[in-house]
DNA sequence: AAAATACCTTACGTATAGGTTAGTTTCAAC
DNA sequence: GTTGAAACTAACCTATACGTAAGGTATTTT
């Protein structure tokens, strides 16, 4: 079954393209709790759903740190209500965030853009 | 006469509203170079100035490195003219860097809303 | 058996922009 | 002549997300 299939971190880190060190390092945060064959870590499909979760969120802007606070509660809370609610408040906070960061760059914009004229003029002179 | 007027730390610190340690980080990465009275700092009007422009600056999201480089320019060409080409550039590039930023929040914006509308209807059920 | 590969560890480095702590010098006032 | 404020200094701390160096162990291949 595909559910069977485990994975090492070269394995994983070839798959999902990202280096092994990084992989070691999410463990180290405690993101994901592989188990062990001696030293080598053995990654099961949760594991590696584990990292793709934490992929996706990466790249939408969450910090390791919130990854982690989301990825605790699943564990409390393995039925995903308690945690898709908190994920729910979590998204509409970041969405605020950068609604709010997109402001802040139309103003940056506009500074950036007067001043690159009145030094336009300048040059003129 | 206002240009005769000399600064230290702490003055400048309560004017412009950053610390005193913030003032010395700068001229210790070589951004400002104010004279001494002993240890003490002494601003002229030149190196408020200075100081001015480097606020400017980050708060339209240069780093330090980027104004130190601009400022190292404005002292080998104090006629303003070869540094104001220069800014010209950077500012376009980070013009560049912002508009750029702006698509890729937005395209988070939308993953995040898709995320979110899934996950609500994932608690409907 | 030796070499090559795979996997691991600890520990320090990188970048950014200072904050914090603690202790020191300087100078004027009493 | 000592106290106290004002200014200074050095050095360590913060947060974030790993990269890198250097070396150890274990397994696989030849």
């Known amino acids: 079954m595909l559910k069977d299939t485990l994975y090492t971190v070269p394995q994983l880190s070839k798959e999902l393209d990202i280096t092994?060190?990084?992989?070691?390092?999410?463990?180290?945060?405690?993101?994901?709790?592989?188990n062990r064959a001696g030293n080598t870590r053995i990654f099961n499909y949760k594991d590696r759903a584990r990292l793709l979760i934490i992929l996706r969120a990466k790249k939408?802007?969450?910090?390791?740190?919130d990854?982690?606070?989301y990825l605790d509660l699943y564990e409390v809370d393995p039925?995903?209500?308690?945690?898709?609610?908190?994920?729910?408040?979590?998204?509409?906070?970041?969405?605020?965030?950068?609604?709010?960061?997109?402001?802040?760059?139309?103003?940056?914009?506009?500074?950036?853009?007067?001043l690159k004229n009145d030094i336009a003029k300048t040059l003129k002179h």
């Open 20 to 34: 092994e060190r990084a992989i070691r390092f999410y463990e180290s945060k405690g993101l994901v709790k592989p």
């Open 60 to 65: 939408l802007g969450f910090s390791l740190k």
């Open 67 to 69: 990854i982690k606070t």
């Open 79 to 114: 039925s995903q209500k308690i945690q898709s609610k908190n994920a729910l408040e979590a998204i509409s906070y970041r969405l605020f965030q950068l609604e709010d960061q997109k402001k802040e760059i139309n103003f940056i914009i506009k500074e950036l853009k007067s």
